[in-house]
């Protein structure tokens, strides 16, 4: 394994870096209220955290202090630079592109803030946003922030299903959705199926209004009383709008994300805590300045794309870049003609996208320039030191650092990585916890491991950017991160800590798949892949995938002898789930291996997938030992 730093180096760790580590660590209190300086309040905070990993469990931070998170964005910068670029928006063809700077910003997050106040919507209440990648998506974060609503971001991706269930949980009361989303040379039906959506909730959805962007023009059913258009609405009103002062415990956010169970879980994320670690976090991961062009390629819909499309450096007065397409169409290295186009300084993307560029012919990536990038992030899946090594010598030009950063919906923000000018990188390893970031090894005991070793990361000290609670399930929060290492968050990855304290992330210990960064939990599957009433019962596993990262398989039982038609899985996985997470592929079987209590041993269907077959244990323990040897037979079979 490649475990020297690189370039090399004898002292990784800057002494800027190093002061701030001790500061942290000495007296959290002080550090965090002094990190709270970042942002302008209404009311300072006295106090950091009240958090507590015991009992009940509580996340609480800054919890006296009183602020707005859009005022923080846009109202501070507008003072002193309102002709600065806030966002620059580049659309997926040549030509369409706008440069919004924050005084225009601010007032276009005021009209809408001003529409939604008018459609009834008080502090408290969820909005949901289902829009691709266009400036109204930002605009939308930033005006429910503005009166208090709580905004939920939900994926363009998702089904009707997928989308309904989140309606239905969230409560949302408006729905800012597009008319039809472009992706490449397809187009997304977004008001269609979110219509389908707000039918299949039924008497449980509290939708009143969809509001609908255009963003193709197409033209799109509209219901009489419920449906609104964007750019209609927003006309009627002026472009200043009071912000409405918040607690800092008060939810900014709802995001689902994917768990062990079926059920997603919508994580509640703060305004004070969350927005201190957005600002702090942007600033010394990346070493961001005011004056970068700042882009991070995600979806607004995941948590990277709130943290650092949005909040991170809008909260630090930078210019933020929204591409609106993939990255090499309608030519390959589509990306690196935004980049140079667009001046982009700071880079940020997933693995997935690397691994594909570097399939592509190096001339792509050497035909363009991009002299102006100064920093180049990646997240969501582990990067292998090659991809790393290509992403800094091809993209980089050797010049520019790369952080490999690990953090998860749940922690708001960058929590493991190597900060940009002030960490060395190794590549393939994270790297080094933030300061003020408690990381601890657990082995299966509960029991800390010291020095270097391996075992269950976890996080023994909360940090502000950490997760309250998932939305109206507070047990269930409980229950799911903090029992499996007492008196610890656990994250549900596995990690090694090497003989410098750098962490290499292994990798999820739990039912959860990480396909291109997308995180899809196995039972989600199997729930939907069970609506097929053909079929008696079914397992989801992740394998290793040479461009995804992980692959997802679904072992299927068909309930009767004879003919079974494996699509019908792939079109109940799109309709409960989303077209993102049909399989990659299938295996009809005749029973999965059991223990005799009934529990599947994924373990075995996993290597059997993935055709590693030394090591395949005890098959005693199973209820049939007979059928490890079948499945690998008919694995082969329907490869
Ligand atoms: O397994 C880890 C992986 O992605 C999971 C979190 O997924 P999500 O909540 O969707 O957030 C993704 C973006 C923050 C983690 O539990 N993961 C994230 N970053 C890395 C990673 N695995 C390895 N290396 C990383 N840098």
């Not at 004898?10 to 002094?34: G, T």
């Not at 939920?152 to 989308?163: D, H, K, R």
């Not at 991809?387 to 953090?407: I, L, M, Q, S």
Request: proline share 5%.
């Amino acid at each position: 394994m490649v475990d020297a730093f690189f370039p090399a180096t004898d002292n990784p760790v800057s002494d800027r870096y190093q002061d701030l580590v001790q500061r942290a660590q000495r007296d959290p209190e002080e550090f965090w209220l002094a990190q709270a300086q970042r942002l302008a309040w209404h009311t300072q905070p006295m106090h950091a955290s009240r958090s507590d990993f015991t009992g009940d469990v509580r996340v609480s931070w800054y919890e006296d202090g009183r602020l707005n998170a859009a005022e923080n964005c846009l109202d501070r910068h507008v003072l002193y630079q309102p002709d600065n670029a806030a966002l620059i928006w580049q659309g997926q063809e040549d030509g369409h592109r706008e440069v919004i700077s924050y005084r225009e910003l601010h007032a276009r997050v005021c009209r809408l803030a001003n529409v939604l106040r008018r459609l009834g919507v008080k502090k408290g209440d969820r909005v949901a946003i289902h829009l691709p990648m266009v400036a109204e998506g930002v605009i939308s974060m930033l005006a429910c922030a503005r009166i208090g609503a709580v905004h939920v971001v939900l994926f363009g991706g998702f089904s009707a299903e997928g989308l309904a269930e989140r309606l239905t949980d969230s409560g949302a009361v408006v729905v800012i959705t597009a008319d039809v989303a472009r992706r490449g040379p397809k187009k997304i039906p977004s008001k269609t199926t979110m219509d389908e959506a707000i039918k299949l909730c039924g008497a449980q959805s509290a939708v009143r209004n969809v509001l609908v962007v255009p963003v193709t023009g197409a033209d799109v059913p509209m219901q009489k009383g419920r449906d609104l258009s964007y750019t209609a609405e927003v006309a009627l009103e002026i472009p200043d709008c009071p912000a409405e002062v918040m607690n800092a415990c008060d939810p900014l956010f709802l995001l689902y994300t994917s768990g062990s169970t079926g059920r997603p879980k919508g994580l509640v994320h703060s305004t004070g805590g969350y927005l201190v670690w957005a600002s702090f976090t942007q600033e010394l991961v990346f070493d961001a300045k005011p004056t970068d062009v700042f882009w991070c390629t995600a979806d607004t819909s995941w948590i990277t794309g709130h943290t650092y499309v949005v909040y991170g450096p809008l909260v630090n007065g930078g210019t933020i870049l929204v591409y609106e397409g993939l990255p090499s169409w309608p030519q390959p290295g589509r990306w690196w003609d935004v980049i140079d186009q667009n001046q982009v300084s700071v880079f940020y993307t997933s693995p997935t996208v690397i691994r594909a560029a570097m399939r592509e012919d190096d001339s792509v990536v050497q035909s363009r320039s991009l002299s102006s990038l100064r920093v180049l992030g990646t997240v969501g899946e582990p990067i292998s030191p090659e991809a790393w090594k290509w992403f800094y010598a091809e993209v980089g030009r050797n010049a520019c650092p790369v952080v490999d950063t690990w953090w998860q919906t749940e922690t708001g923000g960058v929590m493991i990585t190597a900060c940009a000018q002030n960490v060395a990188g190794k590549p393939g390893a994270a790297g080094l916890p933030l300061p003020g970031v408690a990381v601890t090894l657990t082995d299966a005991k509960g029991q800390d491991i010291e020095g270097e070793g391996e075992g269950l990361l976890c996080l023994a000290q909360s940090w502000p950017g950490q997760a309250m609670t998932l939305w109206q399930d507070h047990e269930r929060f409980r229950k799911t991160y903090f029992t499996t290492c007492p008196g610890h968050y656990f994250s549900g990855d596995g990690a090694r800590r090497d003989a410098t304290g750098y962490y290499w992330i292994t990798g999820r210990v739990d039912d959860v798949v990480n396909v291109s960064g997308h995180r899809i939990g196995t039972a989600e599957i199997e729930d939907a892949v069970a609506e097929d009433h053909a079929v008696v019962e079914s397992a989801a596993v992740g394998v290793p995938h040479d461009l995804k990262g992980q692959a997802l398989v679904v072992f299927v039982v068909p309930k009767a002898e004879g003919a079974f038609d494996a699509t019908a899985v792939n079109k109940a996985v799109a309709a409960g789930v989303g077209r993102y997470a049909v399989p990659e592929k299938i295996y009809v079987v005749p029973d999965l291996p059991k223990t005799r209590s009934g529990k599947i041993v994924r373990r075995l269907l996993r290597k059997i997938a993935a055709n590693d077959l030394d090591n395949m244990g005890d098959l005693s323990t199973l209820a049939d030992p007979d059928i490890v040897a079948e499945l690998i037979k008919l694995v082969a079979q329907q490869n």
